[in-house]
């Protein structure tokens, strides 16, 4: 018999309190989380421990709902060339989550499979239940107490704990675009001033998000870019031009694959919730100077602004 399962990641701040969860029905579900994390790794891990606690039953195919569409392509499209470069990408550069990735990989050995992608927030009841599970242990150890982790697979935990995923590493504007900017939402616990100015390892992580923008793979991957721009995003091309946010994913997912070099010039936060990135990027156009505005919305760090002019 098939066994149907959502699987679903949350992450508070994005990297922040993380908790991840998988659910089946009301008896068979289990959930986890750590102190920092990203959604990325929320949402691997969660697909991870499935594999894990279902490992008695091998002969039961697995039917996965994601809402994720990074981690279906992760999974079933990108780690077999991934695996044959060891584990680097199409421009030499190391995967992310490789920790997770390598495990996941493990785990679909001699397994039936099959994954569907699931708009997330949308009243689907098994990604539902999934992701409300995964964002009370992101709250819980946000909180500093301990999560509920759920029955398991009919009151059988994994054979083996997940290993914790690491924590993100660092990687060496017109009048009325801005407007509602000082609205940024607050730090949900309000223990955060107001006038305090966004964390050092919230500047590296919003770093390592303008990157991953630049990676042709989440260009072309709907879901994640999606995920990654703020609902108001707009950007001013090297041609002057303004492109809503439709605009430029509808662009992106169709644009062919072009890889560029990153060279970080600044990055720095504006207040609590904004962080501006300034940079330079070179490909076969030339190269650019670029700047972003990174806007913490619904609990995660959003791009909301970009521009880029061509260097002579």
Known sequence: MTITAAADGSALGNPGPAGWAWYVDEDRWHAGGWPHGTNNQGEL????????????????????????????????????????????????????NV???????????????????????????????ADERARACATAFQAGVVPVEGPGFGGALPRELPKAAAEPTSKPVQDGLFEGL??????????????????????????????????????????????????????????GRLWLREEIVDALVQAPEISVTFELVEAAPLSRDLIQVLYRTEGSDGSALRSSLWQRADGRWRLRFHQGTPEA
């Open 45 to 96: 891990m969660a697909v991870l421990d499935l594999f894990r606690s279902t490992a008695h039953l091998p002969q039961e195919p697995l039917h996965i709902l994601c809402d994720s569409q990074y981690v279906i392509n992760c999974v079933t499209k990108w780690m077999p060339s991934w695996k044959r470069r060891g584990w680097k990408k199409a421009d030499g550069k190391p995967v992310l």
């Open 99 to 129: 920790d997770l990735l390598r495990q996941i990989d493990e785990e679909l050995v001699g397994r039936s499979y099959r994954f569907e992608w699931v708009k997330g927030h949308a009243g689907h009841s098994l990604n539902e239940a």
């Open 182 to 239: 000082e609205d940024s939402d607050s730090e949900p616990d309000g223990r955060v001033e107001p006038d305090l100015l966004a964390q050092p390892r919230e500047v590296e992580a919003v770093v390592e998000l303008e990157q991953e923008l630049l990676d042709p793979e989440t260009r072309s991957d709907f879901g994640q870019l999606a995920y990654l721009l703020h609902p108001e995003y707009r950007e001013i091309g090297q041609s």
